[in-house]
């Protein structure tokens, strides 16, 4: 046994122990049959810029997670990947470089998103292994890689085989900014000022005043719609009405979802101010006018406004209005837009031919298969049944980018018909690689698909590139469903429900047993931190460098999951501190007086004793009820009751005298005590081992690995659960009952806690007589009471 230093330096000691632990293999997977697999579905994370304190929380704690299940005997499976294709990662290299996709040869853009893309794995690698992250690196993945690309074009083959994947030209949801596809998941709602502009549309001789917000798309006017109540309408229904300025007709028609209070109570749909327009066109069979491009300028061939932005066409549209008397009044008001999620540029409806997944006819089966999930915090389920019973567009997985994996298609130049690659093809690129065959037309010509699949596409995936890699290590059992995933509640849309989707699409089961939902870290009160909102200056590598990682761990593990939590540096470096002081001291004098100690002695232990062992045990099974149930904040607090209440502010002060001085209590008294002692600091040092992993190693390997023979804290077992004495720790709590009210009489007396006293009186049940009367010499020693009298009741 080597004695602690008298301070602890978490940076020196963190690398160090980091090196040891990489070292001996700690956390290497190895198949074995005799252990059950935990496997983890780690978000990779998306290479689109720096980590922030907010990453660290969550990660952390799913990390706890696989030290715990570690410790109870599983064989951890526990890899990390990195998202590292599409249009996040796309749209950093466009900052870093200041080069644009769209202007540089496709392939010299995808060199550049290589190059910037591995810098910054490199850079979160490095910040997950400074944090003491247990996983096995040999396992690592990027959603980019050959292996993944092969995994997901042979997925993507196999629902379009199956027919559940498919290509259609129709409007799509599209941002303008990225120039691409986007799926109802990337949307996001955004509150933004506009205005109602009241405009004189003509029917049967009389005005009809339209309100509308988007005047830019009067050209695309395709019909006007009122409610069939609407006593002032009624008449018009089914009547033509003329588009002012441009002086063609549409129809009126009849729906019931027009609001009759809101604007006019007529309303004119367009292709496509919003999805209400497109839901219009399709259910009533209407045509569809090209207004808005791609780039999101306006046609050329739109009078007035042709080759304008959107946002320029609008004020001129405005303008032209205003000028010819057609603009009757202007409202001011806050309205509900959809944004891109990942760019804010409200989001366009135009026409598109794009590859999609079918989710809409298999609601049910989704709606099931949530059910099945064991969803931590239980709360969580709601917000992904809202989702799945709220969709309203099948999977758009097409994306018109650059830095992605291609879709293993071509088409035949004379008919159209799609060909797919063959599996020993994988992983292809058809603009690189010519198709061979031969269409069933007779065509020999093909033309490749440019587009790329959606990053979600792949990264709904990972419990297959888990799969995979597992067999890679010989890894036999039954592999899926993988024990946890772990993620933020902000993407159950994206990655749990599509993760699910392609599960039960490919596998035809769900993908995890249980799913574990963190919540935010808050810069301010409803602000998440996060790159794109600027508010994460302090990065994680900027904070390691003078704080260590084990108190940025004791705090990720404060709060329960799912629940947003602050970030404060100095209460987080204030509170972490004392705790690692405290646990360094109370290590280092319980080991002072365990050094002759021979932990396979069984010496008799005093009641005061075995209440310390069974305390420990209390709470190491309270502990584990909460891991089991992912909440690590409920388990590190009941960790932190025990270490600071029990062990350090009772039982040390209770047992001190028995260690200095046993020529009173006698050597049989001071080898019980360091029986208790030795038990309950190494459990706790076990129990803290998820949350603090270094300095509890440090503790272990100086104070404990001679005797334990284990080569590290994080390989022994949890502290063995079984049902605690409930009698012996009613005894205990009428024990410390009978301290504090000492401690309270000296202090509100002015007295040193040395200091005798009178008098103590000790209130318990009766049928404790004869265990405090064993205890006695360990009251009056703690207390310094020179009369202790006690009060049995029944």
């Known amino acids: 046994m080597e004695e602690l230093k008298e301070r602890y330096d978490g940076l020196q000691a963190e690398k160090r122990l980091q090196e040891y632990w990489e070292q001996k293999g700690i956390y290497a997977y190895r198949p074995d049959a005799d252990k059950p697999v935990y496997s983890i579905d780690t978000p990779p994370p998306t290479v689109s810029g720096s980590l922030h304190i907010g990453h660290i929380f969550s990660y952390a704690q799913a990390e706890m997670i696989a030290r715990y299940r570690r410790m109870r005997g599983y064989n951890v499976f526990y890899p990390f990947g990195f998202d590292d294709n599409g249009l996040p990662s796309e749209r950093l290299v466009e900052k870093e470089t200041g080069i644009r996709a769209v202007e540089v040869?496709?392939?010299?853009?995808?060199?550049?998103?290589?190059?910037?893309?591995?810098?910054?794995?490199?850079?979160?690698?490095?910040?997950?292994?400074?944090?003491?992250?247990?996983?096995?690196?040999?396992?690592?993945?990027?959603?980019?890689?050959?292996?993944?690309?092969?995994?997901?074009?042979?997925?993507?083959?196999?629902?379009?085989?199956?027919?559940?994947?498919?290509?259609?030209?129709?409007?799509?949801?599209?941002?303008?900014?990225?120039?691409?596809?986007?799926?109802?998941?990337?949307?996001?709602?955004?509150?933004?000022?506009?205005?109602?502009?009241?405009?004189?549309?003509?029917?049967?001789?009389?005005?009809?005043?339209?309100?509308?917000?988007?005047?830019?798309?009067?050209?695309?006017?395709?019909?006007?719609?009122?409610?069939?109540?609407?006593?002032?309408?009624?008449?018009?229904?089914?009547?033509?009405?003329?588009?002012?300025?441009?002086?063609?007709?549409?129809?009126?028609?009849?729906?019931?979802?027009?609001?009759?209070?809101?604007?006019?109570?007529?309303?004119?749909?367009?292709?496509?101010?919003?999805?209400?327009?497109?839901?219009?066109?399709?259910?009533?069979?209407?045509?569809?006018?090209?207004?808005?491009?791609?780039?999101?300028?306006?046609?050329?061939?739109?009078?007035?406004?042709?080759?304008?932005?959107?946002?320029?066409?609008?004020?001129?549209?405005?303008?032209?209005?205003?000028?010819?008397?057609?603009?009757?009044?202007?409202?001011?008001?806050?309205?509900?837009?959809?944004?891109?999620?990942?760019?804010?540029?409200?989001?366009?409806?135009?026409?598109?031919?794009?590859?999609?997944?079918?989710?809409?006819?298999?609601?049910?089966?989704?709606?099931?298969?949530?059910?099945?999930?064991?969803?931590?915090?239980?709360?969580?389920?709601?917000?992904?049944?809202?989702?799945?019973?709220?969709?309203?567009w099948d999977w758009c997985i097409s994306r018109q980018r650059y830095f992605g994996i291609p879709f293993p298609v071509w088409y035949c130049r004379d008919c159209g018909k799609p060909h797919f690659a063959q599996p020993e093809q994988l992983p292809v690129n058809p603009l690189e690689t010519p198709y061979t065959g031969r269409c069933e037309c007779g065509a020999a010509e093909f033309i490749p698909e440019q587009a790329v699949l959606d990053t979600w596409a792949t990264s709904s995936l990972t419990p297959l590139i888990n799969q995979e890699s597992a067999r890679e290590r010989g890894e036999k059992e039954d592999f899926l469903p993988m024990g946890m995933r772990t993620q933020a509640h902000e993407i159950i849309r994206t990655w749990a429900f599509y993760t699910i989707a392609r599960s039960l699409f490919h596998v035809g089961d769900i993908p995890w047993r249980d799913i574990m939902i963190c919540g935010f870290v808050l810069a301010k009160p409803g602000e998440k931190i996060s790159k794109s909102k600027g508010n994460a200056a302090l990065t994680p590598q900027a904070l390691l460098q003078t704080c260590p990682a084990d108190m940025i761990r004791y705090w990720a593990a404060s709060a329960r999951l799912g629940t947003d939590t602050f970030f404060d540096r100095r209460e987080m470096e204030d509170a972490s501190r004392r705790f690692m002081v405290k646990l360094w001291n109370a290590s280092r004098f319980c080991l002072r007086h365990l050094a002759d100690f021979d932990p396979t002695s069984c010496p008799a232990l005093l009641p005061v004793d075995r209440w310390m062992i069974e305390r420990t045990r209390q709470a190491a099974s309270q502990a584990a009820r909460y891991l089991d149930a992912y909440e690590i904040g409920l388990a590190r607090h009941t960790v932190d009751a025990l270490f600071w209440d029990d062990l350090c502010d009772n039982y040390i002060e209770i047992v001190k005298q028995r260690l200095y001085q046993p020529d009173i209590h006698g050597e049989e008294g001071r080898a019980a005590a360091q029986a208790a002692l030795y038990f309950a600091l190494l459990s706790i040092l076990k129990l803290y081992a998820p949350f603090v992993p270094h300095i509890t190693e440090e503790i272990y390997l100086k104070g404990f690995q001679e005797k334990e023979g284990a080569t590290s804290i994080h390989l022994l077992q949890w502290p063995q659960e079984q049902e605690p004495d409930a009698d012996i720790l009613l005894f205990g709590g009428e024990f410390k009952a009978a301290l504090a009210g000492m401690r309270k009489y000296k202090t509100e007396h002015g007295l040193s806690m040395r200091d005798t006293f009178a008098c103590l009186t000790v209130k318990a049940v009766r049928r404790h007589g004869s265990l405090f009367a064993e205890s006695e010499k360990d009251l009056r020693a703690c207390t310094h009471a020179e009369e202790i009298r006690y009060q049995f009741t029944d």
Not at 166 to 194: D, F, G, H, N
Not at 316 to 328: P, Y
Not at 340 to 352: F, K, L, N
């Open 105 to 392: 040869p496709r392939s010299r853009f995808c060199e550049s998103c290589v190059q910037t893309t591995q810098k910054y794995e490199q850079e979160f690698k490095a910040l997950w292994k400074a944090m003491g992250f247990s996983c096995d690196w040999s396992l690592q993945y990027t959603t980019v890689s050959q292996k993944a690309q092969k995994i997901s074009q042979r997925a993507f083959i196999e629902l379009a085989k199956a027919g559940r994947a498919y290509i259609r030209q129709s409007p799509v949801l599209w941002c303008t900014e990225c120039r691409t596809s986007i799926a109802q998941a990337e949307l996001e709602s955004k509150e933004l000022q506009s205005q109602f502009c009241y405009l004189p549309f003509r029917a049967e001789g009389e005005t009809v005043e339209v309100a509308t917000t988007r005047p830019e798309l009067l050209y695309g006017v395709v019909c006007v719609f009122v409610h069939p109540d609407d006593p002032r309408y009624q008449k018009l229904i089914g009547k033509d009405i003329t588009v002012p300025l441009y002086d063609f007709s549409v129809p009126v028609l009849a729906d019931s979802r027009v609001g009759m209070q809101k604007g006019t109570g007529a309303v004119m749909c367009a292709t496509f101010g919003d999805t209400t327009d497109l839901e219009w066109v399709q259910e009533h069979q209407l045509p569809c006018k090209k207004v808005i491009l791609p780039d999101g300028h306006i046609a050329g061939e739109v009078p007035h406004i042709g080759g304008l932005t959107v946002r320029a066409a609008r004020s001129e549209i405005i303008r032209l209005l205003s000028e010819r008397g057609l603009l009757q009044k202007t409202e001011r008001l806050t309205h509900t837009v959809s944004v891109h999620e990942r760019c804010g540029t409200e989001v366009e409806i135009i026409p598109s031919r794009q590859w999609y997944v079918d989710v809409l006819s298999q609601k049910q089966a989704l709606l099931s298969a949530g059910e099945r999930i064991h969803w931590y915090p239980a709360s969580m389920k709601g917000r992904y049944r809202d989702w799945v019973e709220n969709l309203k």
